[in-house]
């Protein structure tokens, strides 16, 4: 049966952030091969679910290899000792091109579908939950292959590039649920202009890779999103000021405790914003009859 429409952004962490922990945030996101069960217990709560990543973008930028074995191990051992309620497991998937490079040709791009399709399965063989990931620039048809083989209860990540325009990602994006949902746009989405007057009752279940604007999480059904845009206080010494743009929060020189002080109360505010989010976008789909599939 559908599910009902819960939306989920996961905090991408590192360590056990005092923010986090003081917040007690609710759905969080650790890349492999993080101390999971270490870290839990030291931020001092029981997390309703985790998003647990492959470093597979992460080896990607850095040239780096991962083994699918070893990420396997790690995975069967937080199934066998769960560190939340629900787990899910990013693919170690093959991201076509490199960093700061040439788009990657066709050639480039079913190659590295094959590698992930791999790696996919020998996870799968393992009993590890896999969320498979379709990137800007594969085919429309690995979209749909991607989601006919999570099924009804699985999930898909949607993946933009980091290294194009905002604008290339956003059209990226709304082509992924244009052609996943019947008669979806966004002028739809958000007037609720669609055939009947009525958003279709069940989507997939899409999780964006990376998503950090506002505007992009609001601006699709998304089932979940992560981003690591609460961390910018601390690592960058800069605020999301109510456009959603980054800015300077103090002058070079300015004295360390007061720079923590400060820090901790943005990132406080960035993660009271994202439980705003959930709950307000979560009512608004409850009222208009939307399900995840």
């Not at 956003?170 to 649920?177: K, L, N, P, Y």
């Not at 800015?247 to 820090?263: K, L, N, S, T, Y």
Request: charge should be positive; include cysteine.
């Amino acid at each position: 049966m559908p599910r009902a429409a819960q939306v989920r952004i996961y905090a991408a962490i590192s360590g056990p952030d005092k923010s986090i922990a003081e917040a007690r945030y609710p759905w969080l996101l650790a890349a492999y091969p993080t101390g999971v069960l270490g870290l839990v217990q030291r931020l001092g709560y029981r997390p309703e679910g985790m998003m647990l990543d492959s470093g597979a973008y992460s080896a990607w930028t850095r040239k780096l290899a991962i083994d699918v074995e070893a990420y396997a191990a790690w995975a069967i051992s937080l199934l066998d000792r769960p560190p939340a309620d629900d787990l899910l497991f990013l693919n170690l998937d093959v991201i076509p091109g490199r960093k700061g490079g040439a788009a990657p040709g066709h050639a480039e791009i079913r190659e590295a579908m094959l590698r992930s399709d791999e790696n996919a399965e020998a996870l799968r063989s393992t009993g590890v939950p896999v969320v498979e990931v379709y990137h800007q620039g594969e085919p429309p048809a690995r979209l749909e292959q991607l989601v006919a083989r999570a099924g009804p209860n699985g999930v898909v990540g949607i993946s933009p590039r980091k290294d194009t325009s905002h604008q290339a990602r956003e059209a990226f994006v709304d082509a992924v649920f244009h052609q996943s949902i019947t008669a979806w746009t966004p002028e739809a989405e958000r007037d609720n202009l669609y055939p009947g007057g009525k958003v279709p009752r069940t989507v997939p279940r899409f999780h964006g890779l990376g998503v950090s604007r506002e505007r992009t999480m609001r601006r699709y059904p998304w089932y979940s999103c992560d981003s690591t845009t609460w961390m910018v206080p601390r690592r960058y010494g800069e605020k999301i000021n109510r456009q959603g743009r980054q800015e300077r929060m103090w002058p070079r020189g300015e004295p360390a405790p007061q720079r923590e002080v400060i820090a901790s109360i943005e990132e406080r505010k960035i993660l009271t914003r994202w439980a705003y989010i959930m709950e307000s976008m979560g009512e608004v789909r409850a009222r208009r009859g939307l399900r995840f599939t």
